[in-house]
């Protein structure tokens, strides 16, 4: 759902040019904001952790021994999302913030140039 939301604002972005000034420099705003915001949620529910949608993949296609291990590790999955997201980073390790935005930059650009925006 979230790369289609994204994929609407790109679109969107075609009409821009046929808003009043004022408008479009707030439209343009609110729509480079939706892009950004829906990959950056898309390419974060797909991390493989168990409760996110990244975690069922992976267990989905893992062989059975393994699934079962990774299954297993859901109801922790809100803590070591904690972990990940502010208990690594207050200690100087961030692991996800690189792969986060190097990965939304790279789908948002591809939606760009797929709805010929670039």
């Known amino acids: 759902m ?24 707030w439209l343009f705003a609110n729509l480079r904001n939706a892009l950004v915001l829906n ?8 991390l493989p952790v168990p409760p996110l949608d990244g975690g069922r993949i992976l267990v989905g ?17 809100s803590l070591i999302l904690i972990g990940l997201l502010f208990v ?5 390790v961030d692991p996800l913030s690189r792969l986060i935005m190097t990965s939304t930059n790279a789908v948002a650009g591809t939606l760009l140039r797929l709805t010929g925006n670039i």
């Open 88 to 92: 690594l980073p207050m200690l100087g």
């Open 2 to 25: 979230n790369l289609l939301l994204a994929t609407i604002a790109a679109l969107a972005f075609h009409i821009v040019p046929y808003v009043p000034a004022p408008g479009a420099q």
């Open 39 to 46: 990959v950056i949620l898309a390419i974060f529910n797909l």
């Open 61 to 77: 296609i893992l062989p059975g021994a393994l699934a079962r291990v990774l299954s297993r590790a859901e109801p922790y999955g």
